[in-house]
């Protein structure tokens, strides 16, 4: 099967996520939960329309399919995407605070750990398997985290914030694979709504909503939401989630060079040395999964 176009849709995705900060601090007058908020009911909403006017046949089919299982497996399904509609609007709000109140250059050090930590997690929760290699990896970063944390400390405590919420979103869709991806998606963004409407009806909306703040919300509702978030779907049918992985760093390279060149944030010798050492260890951790796939190939052409 030919992977390049999966491959174009999982690269478009993440560059896509990496240029999110732009349209982010442009929306600084206003809270993160204001954002938040906004995003989550316009994304659930766009994608429940998709969902019941545009793939009927493929919601009732998975309608069928989810009735079809047990009532052990149903009630797993159901808290499993609860718990990642949680856990997927926690990061939402901690991304976006950190984003407009703490700085950029965290929440791209929150996404070069993400992987990274995911793995643990899953050697922890799912008893994967780690490589010697790859352990040493991880001490490597959590070397640059402690190098970090010396003069960064909040930095680094938002970012390890940010990635475990995220790492164990992902470690949640691994137990997550029976139904349809996009109804999934719709399925937790919906829930994520539901389990914030009573913050909504709370919370008071102070700042004055302007022309532009409603059509940077639709932008990012659209654009750095739905769209990232199906081309993920497409490239997961035809690539290897390890393989998929490995382009989320795309988001927090962009992100960090935003930071240097375009939002002019102040990166010291110390902070410098970290990310240096966090990205030597995640060219490290991925070098016993492309020893792997080479020699896979290899034996491919032999056969």
């Known amino acids: 099967m030919n992977a390049t176009k999966h491959y174009i849709a999982v690269i478009t995705a993440f560059t896509i996520w990496g240029f999110f900060s732009v349209v982010l601090k442009s929306l600084d007058d206003f809270t993160a939960f204001d954002i938040l908020s906004y995003r989550s009911i316009l994304s659930a909403s766009i994608m429940l329309v998709i969902s019941l006017f545009l793939r009927p046949k493929m919601l009732k089919k998975n309608k069928e399919l989810f009735l079809s299982f ?9 808290g499993v995407n609860m718990l990642s509609g949680f856990f997927l609007a926690l990061n939402w709000y901690i991304y976006i605070y950190v984003m407009n109140n703490i700085s950029v250059s965290a929440t ?9 930590l995911t793995m643990v997690l899953a050697y922890i929760i799912l008893k994967e398997k780690l490589f010697k290699l790859q352990w040493f990896s991880v001490a490597l970063s959590f070397l640059g985290c402690i190098l970090l944390s010396l003069g960064n400390f909040m930095d680094l405590f938002y970012s390890m914030i940010i990635a475990l919420s995220y790492a164990i979103y992902l470690i949640l869709q691994r137990k997550n694979q ?48 739905i769209i990232p978030m199906y081309l993920n779907i ?17 988001n927090p390279i962009i992100n960090f060079f935003l930071a240097v060149f375009y939002f002019n944030e102040t990166i010291g010798l110390m902070k410098a040395l970290s990310y240096v ?26 056969q």
């Open 70 to 78: 047990s009532k052990n497996t149903r009630y797993r399904i159901i």
């Open 234 to 250: 497409f490239a997961l049918k035809g690539l290897p989630s390890s393989v998929v992985g490995v382009f989320i760093y795309l």
């Open 277 to 302: 050492l966090i990205i030597i260890s995640i060219i490290i951790f991925n070098i016993p999964a492309l020893r792997h796939r080479i020699h896979r190939r290899r034996a491919a052409h032999i």
């Open 178 to 225: 029976e139904m349809d991806r996009f109804i999934v998606l719709t399925a937790q963004i919906t829930f994520a709504v539901i389990l914030l409407f009573p913050f909504f009806m709370t919370y008071e909306f102070n700042t004055v909503k302007t022309s532009f703040f409603y059509g940077m919300i639709a932008l990012i509702a659209v654009v750095f939401t």
């Open 108 to 116: 791209s050090l929150a996404y070069l750990i993400c992987p990274i």
